[in-house]
T-cell receptor, first 107, second 114 residues
Framework: GQNIDQPTEMTATEGAIVQINCTYQTSGFNGLFWYQQHAGEAPTFLSYNVLDGLEEKGRFSSFLSRSKGYSYLLLKELQMKDSASYLCAVVGNMLTFGGGTRLMVKP | DGGITQSPKYLFRKEGQNVTLSCEQNLNHDAMYWYRQDPGQGLRLIYYSQIVNDFQKGDIAEGYSVSREKKESFPLTVTSAQKNPTAFYLC?????????????FGPGTRLTVL
């Protein structure tokens, strides 16, 4: 089975940097996704990591350590529009989602 | 424009009634999925389909049924057997089942049972 843990909520200030962690325990691992979901809307793809290391994409970066069962999403130069939930999802036989981290960006 | 559509966006149902949620995609994807999301929680898999005329139960299939008669369409029926159907329902598709294929989501249907 899969067990995926993320913090429930985080708060950060506009312009700052925030790191959202995700730890997982799985019977099989084929990669890890991060999705962004604004309230009442569909999740949208942010990143996919299958190998260890950091993947950078503009203001967003995602890191994976398979040996530690650990990933994080790093958001730089926070903007108010980044207020959303961030979902970590692990690829085993199927895609399993964590509970999501609700990020609130304050002025 | 390619994408996934779900209708309706909001749906109200009386207790004891069955209701069908629509999901259509024109991305030419083989795999389609239905998820349920409760307030403040992640997504839980209801059913998925790898190909036309084939579908499998996910983690919370009880009280739901699906069909996959066409590649483009994967409707979900919420039956009266579903004890707590009020939720946000999301349909998704990917080129193939599982693996590292990105899943693309529709806008969702918010179902409220009165």
């Amino acid at each position: 089975g899969q067990n995926i843990d993320q913090p429930t909520e985080m708060t950060a200030t506009e312009g700052a940097i925030v790191q959202i962690n995700c730890t997982y325990q799985t019977s099989g691992f084929n990669g890890l996704f991060w999705y962004q979901q604004h309230a009442g809307e569909a999740p949208t793809f942010l990143s996919y990591n299958v190998l260890d290391g950091l993947e950078e994409k503009g203001r967003f970066s995602s890191f994976l350590s398979r040996s530690k069962g650990y990933s994080y999403l790093l958001l730089k130069e926070l903007q108010m529009k980044d207020s959303a939930s961030y979902l970590c999802a692990v690829v085993g036989n199927m895609l399993t989602f964590g509970g999501g981290t609700r990020l609130m960006v304050k002025p | 424009d390619g994408g996934i559509t779900q209708s309706p966006k909001y749906l109200f149902r009386k207790e004891g009634q069955n209701v069908t949620l629509s999901c259509e995609q024109n991305l030419n994807h083989d795999a389609m999925y239905w998820y349920r999301q409760d307030p403040g929680q992640g997504l839980r898999l209801i059913y998925y389909s790898q190909i036309v005329n084939d579908f499998q139960k996910g983690d919370i299939a009880e009280g739901y049924s699906v069909s996959r008669e066409k590649k483009e369409s994967f409707p979900l029926t919420v039956t009266s057997a579903q004890k707590n159907p009020t939720a946000f329902y999301l349909c998704a598709s990917s080129p193939h089942l599982g693996g590292g294929d990105t899943q693309y989501f529709g806008p969702g249907t918010r179902l409220t049972v009165l």
